[in-house]
C-alpha cells in the first residue's frame, strides 16, 4: 500500500500520524471507561444515602415504641374507666325509669346524711 523505501519522512509522517490517531482512540476509551466508573460511583452514592436516610426512618420510629406502649397503657385505662361510667350512668338510668319520685331512696338519703 504505502512505499517507504523511497521516502524516510513519509514514513516517519505516516507512523506520527497512526501514533497520533491510536492514542485519540486510546483517550477515547479511556475516557468513556471513567466516565462510566464516575456514573456507577454516583449511583452507588446516591443508593447509600436512601439507604442512610431510610436507616434514621426507621430508627427514630423504633425510639418511639416504649412511648406507644405507654400511651397504649394509659388508653386501656381510660377505657376501663369509661366502662365504669357507663355502668353506673346505666344503673342510674335503670333505677331513675322504675322510680318515679323514689321516697325510698329519698328517706334513706336522709338517714344517711343524719347518721
Not at 321516697?103 to 347518721?115: L, N, V
Request: hydrophobic content about 50%.
Amino acid at each position: 500500500m504505502f512505499d517507504f523505501t523511497a521516502s524516510p519522512a513519509a514514513a516517519g509522517e505516516f507512523i506520527w500520524w497512526t501514533t497520533m490517531m491510536l492514542g485519540l482512540v486510546v483517550a477515547a476509551v479511556v475516557s468513556l471507561l471513567l466516565w462510566l466508573i464516575h456514573k456507577t460511583a454516583v449511583d452507588i452514592d446516591n443508593t447509600a444515602s436512601d439507604i442512610w436516610d431510610t436507616g434514621q426512618r426507621v430508627a427514630n420510629n423504633t425510639i418511639h415504641i416504649p412511648i406507644l406502649y405507654r400511651i397504649n397503657s394509659g388508653a386501656e385505662q381510660i377505657l376501663a374507666t369509661a366502662l365504669q361510667i357507663n355502668n353506673g350512668a346505666a344503673g342510674i338510668e335503670v333505677h331513675a325509669n322504675g322510680c318515679p319520685g323514689c321516697p325510698g331512696c329519698m328517706i334513706d338519703h336522709a338517714k344517711q346524711e343524719a347518721g
